[in-house]
T-cell receptor
Framework: SQKIEQNSEALNIQEGKTATLTCNYT??????LQWYRQDPGRGPVFLLL?????KEKRKERLKVTFDTTLKQSLFHITASQPADSATYLC????????????FGSGTRLSIRP | DAEITQSPRHKITETGRQVTLACHQT?????MFWYRQDLGHGLRLIHY???????NKGEVSDGYSVSRSNTEDLPLTLESAASSQTSVYFC?????????????FGPGTRLTVL
């Protein structure tokens, strides 16, 4: 079955630095990959989608890469701010049905002032 | 503005009781989903629906049921609540059968089964 792996350990970085989060997946070649942000006590919020034929996608201070050979996506936040502190989830379409989304367990990011 | 709401936000119940969690969306989305989120497991799919009268089982569907009588609502029922069903439950919706569009999540329901 398909598996999504995100670093379960929290990532703590200094404000102003670039945060890089990793999402690895196995047993599957998805047509796209999504990233979501989740704040404590709230539901996830969609951030970005990157398709398999796109190497990189940007949105303001966010950058996502998608390496289908390595089966890996990297999520970067440049010029990080304390307000970026949250849990970030990567998600893939289900193998049996693209309308289902399978989520990774997320990486908690803390930005210290 | 369109939104997706869940009620109640918090619920405490006893083992063996039937519990229904409500989910209502005004996005007019065809697709609706129920997830549970537990530490160490992330979001796990319980049930989902691609339209009125359509329901499908997800990876952790045992002990849960859903029904879809209209586009806006997908209530989740725990037939006989168990302590293992203590969790945070999220409802979500999306507009495309191909799933390329993002999922919109509700605020969640925190359920405690004593």
């Amino acid at each position: 079955s398909q598996k999504i792996e995100q670093n379960s350990e929290a990532l703590n970085i200094q404000e102003g630095k670039t945060a890089t989060l990793t999402c690895n997946y196995t047993n599957y070649s998805p047509a796209y990959l999504q990233w979501y942000r989740q704040d404590p006590g709230r539901g996830p919020v969609f951030l970005l989608l990157i398709r398999e034929n796109e190497k990189e996608k940007r949105k303001e201070r966010l950058k996502v890469t998608f390496d289908t050979t390595l089966k890996q996506s990297l999520f970067h936040i440049t010029a990080s701010q304390p307000a970026d502190s949250a849990t970030y989830l990567c998600a893939l379409p289900g193998y049996s049905s693209a309308s289902k989304i399978i989520f990774g367990s997320g990486t908690r990011l803390s930005i210290r002032p | 503005d369109a939104e997706i709401t869940q009620s109640p936000r918090h619920k405490i119940t006893e083992t063996g009781r039937q519990v229904t969690l409500a989910c209502h969306q005004t996005w007019n989305h065809n697709n609706m989903f129920w997830y549970r989120q537990d530490l160490g497991h992330g979001l796990r799919l319980i049930h989902y629906s691609y339209g009125v009268q359509d329901t499908n089982k997800g990876e952790v569907s045992d002990g849960y049921s859903v029904s879809r009588s209209n586009t806006e609502d997908l209530p989740l029922t725990l037939e006989s609540a168990a302590s293992s069903q203590t969790s945070v439950y999220f409802c979500a919706s999306s507009e495309s059968y191909r799933g390329l569009n993002e999922q919109f999540f509700g605020p969640g329901t925190r359920l405690t089964v004593l």
